[in-house]
Every structure is written in C-alpha cells, then in structure tokens.
C-alpha cells in the first residue's frame, strides 16, 4: 500500500490544484486536502516500504522547495508531518527497526563499510549486466530477467527473482541499449526541467512552469531515482502509474503548446 500511494498521492494533489483554484472556499478545501495529504504521507511510513518513503521523500522534498505560494501550509505540512513520524517511530517498534535499524545496517555503517545497495540487489544488477553483455542492443528480450537469472551464463550467487528491483538494469539487460536509452534520456529531461525551475524559483533566471507541472515532474523524478529499488518495469499497475503521469504532463505541454 505504501508504494501505491506513494505513486498516486502527488497526481491527486496535482489534479486538485488543476481543478479546484477556480471554486469558492478553496483555501478551506485546501487546508482539508493537507491534512489528507499528511495524513497518507503517515500511511507510507507505517506500510514499512523503504522504497516508497524514498520516493515520497524525494517527491515532497521537491515540491517543498518549488511550489510557488502556499509558504505557511507547506511549513505547517513539513511540521506535522515531522511531528507524526516522530511518534510513530516512538511507538512503533517494528517500524523503527524496518526503516531506521535495517537500512542502518544494511548500508554496512555499523562494520564501518558503505554499501548504497544491499548485496542481494548487487547481484541481482550484475545479472542484468551480464544479459546487456550477451546483447548489447536489443537485450534478451522483455520480462526474461526471470527466465535468465538461474542461468549460468548469468547467474552469480544464490538469489533470483521475476525483475532485477532496478528500472534502469532491467531494461538494459532485457531490452538493450535501445530500451535503456529511452527511460535514460526522459530522466535526464525530467532532471534538467527540475533544475531550471530550481534556477527561476531562486534566481528568476529563465521561464518556470506551472505548479501543477511542478509537481507532476517531481513525482516522475522520485520514481525514476536510479538509487531507490525499484518493481518490474513491465508489471501492470507499476507501468500504468507511470504512463499516467507520462499522459498527464504530455496533455499539460500539449495545452500549453495550443495556447
């Protein structure tokens, strides 16, 4: 559930200031859909998915720093929302040993040893190497990383699953080149567009976009973060949420192109 929201919550927010800034009463509704929005943010935190916190870390973090108005919501949200995960955390033993103790010791801090990826994932990606080494191109074709990852000609340790957990190793090693450099090249785009709305908020230097796109881009860029595990690039519900917001920042620069 936490990665489902995680993926959902920033479009409803970005749908809701498309929607509703022309209506009566929109500050009180705004106000509401805060405290709704903290309120899941908290759910994230609870399913235990460190995955998805990542996400929604990232994706707030930009929206944070970005958004253009709304500076007392923003910090009031940024303040509860603090205040809730610190009680969480107090309270909840077994959350906190999920995403504090566990991430703590997996990135190897405590034997003095850094790792930016669990040891099982490592293989995994060296896997996904291994098949882009076998065909640089075109890959071993979509969805295989299942098929290969007992393979001995790939296989390097004792681990195998349905998807490598990385997008961007699992399109290298099942689609080639061609297939990696299409998810490559839109998360460079999505970084660079970030970085010159980061430049015009702070500099006024350029042209910024709306916040509604602003937000739409900064959940495109927490799911497409290189260094976060990711699911399998072709699974359903994963693929929809990312082509829904793909569509909706098409139809957003389609607009604006007409006018």
């Not at 509703?20 to 859909?33: E, N, Q, R, T």
């Not at 350029?206 to 959940?219: R, T």
Request: glycine share 6%; aromatic share 18%; hydrophobic share 50%.
């Amino acid at each position: 559930i936490g990665g489902y929201i995680a993926r959902t919550l920033p479009l409803c927010l970005a749908i809701f200031l498309l929607v509703y800034k022309d209506i009566p009463h929109y500050k009180i509704s705004l106000v509401f859909y805060m405290l709704l929005f903290i309120l899941m943010f908290v759910l994230i935190f609870l399913s235990g998915e460190r995955a998805a916190m990542g996400i929604g870390v990232v994706s707030m973090t930009i929206i944070f720093f970005l958004l253009e108005r709304f500076k007392k919501i923003k910090l009031i949200a940024i303040i509860l929302i603090t205040i809730l995960l610190g009680i969480t955390i107090s309270y909840n033993e077994n959350i906190k040993v999920r995403i504090i103790d566990h991430t703590y010791n997996q990135l190897g801090i405590e034997k003095k040893r850094l790792n930016l990826i669990s040891p099982v994932h490592e293989q995994f990606y060296l896997e996904s190497f291994n098949m882009f080494k076998s065909s640089l191109f075109i890959g071993k074709g979509p969805n295989t990383f299942r098929k290969y990852c007992d393979d001995s000609d790939y296989n390097i340790g004792i681990y195998c699953s349905t998807h490598p957990h990385s997008f961007y190793f699992q399109l290298l090693g099942e689609t080639g080149l061609f297939g990696f450099m299409f998810l490559f090249i839109f998360f460079i785009i999505t970084s660079w567009i970030i970085l010159k709305q980061s430049i015009y908020k702070y500099l006024r230097v350029g042209k910024g976009i709306s916040n509604y796109l602003i937000i739409l881009y900064s959940s495109i860029f927490g799911l497409l973060m290189p260094i976060f595990p990711s699911l399998n690039f072709f699974n359903s519900w994963n693929s929809i949420t990312l082509f829904l917001l793909l569509g909706f920042i098409l139809a957003e620069h389609y607009k604006i192109k007409k006018t």
